[in-house]
């Protein structure tokens, strides 16, 4: 059964870095015209290491954690909050799999993706991180 419901996606430095912004906005626009999934919010922030180490808390003990962190610093990043029915499932689909050699070719991180480090773009994976990674954002 299909479910309206929120979720969220920011794009990542190295978007605007390579200048893919208009060309992930237009292809995540495209899920308005195919799934009825809608953009209701969007801002440009900034992280701050408090945030970034609490979002990712998942992984912020890895070895790799600082050199992520630095990455995702280096530059301003784009938060887009979408609704619609199944919006989790339709934009995690829409991303395409963290590395760009294994996602789909119409993915977005298969159009565009360069590398598994080098994604893109972060989109909420359940109702439940959405709700955590908004609270986090919304204020930055």
Avoid at 86 to 106: M, S, V
Avoid at 115 to 140: I, R
């Amino acid at each position: 059964m299909k479910k309206l419901e929120r979720t969220l996606s920011f794009l990542k430095p190295q978007v605007f870095h390579n200048n893919l912004v208009g060309k992930i906005i237009s292809e995540l626009e495209k899920l308005k015209d195919k799934k009825g999934i809608t953009i209701v919010e969007c801002k440009m922030f900034k992280f701050t290491d408090e945030i970034l180490t609490s979002f990712y808390d998942n992984i912020s003990k890895e070895n790799f954690f600082d050199s992520y962190k630095l990455s995702l610093q280096e530059g301003p990043c784009l938060l887009i909050v979408f609704e619609g029915f199944n919006a989790i499932k339709e934009l995690r689909k829409k991303q395409g799999k963290t590395d760009p050699k294994d996602a789909a070719k119409n993915s977005i991180r298969g159009k565009f993706g360069i590398s598994k480090s080098n994604n893109l773009l972060h989109c909420s994976d359940s109702k439940a991180s959405f709700k955590k990674e908004y609270e986090l954002l919304k204020e930055l």
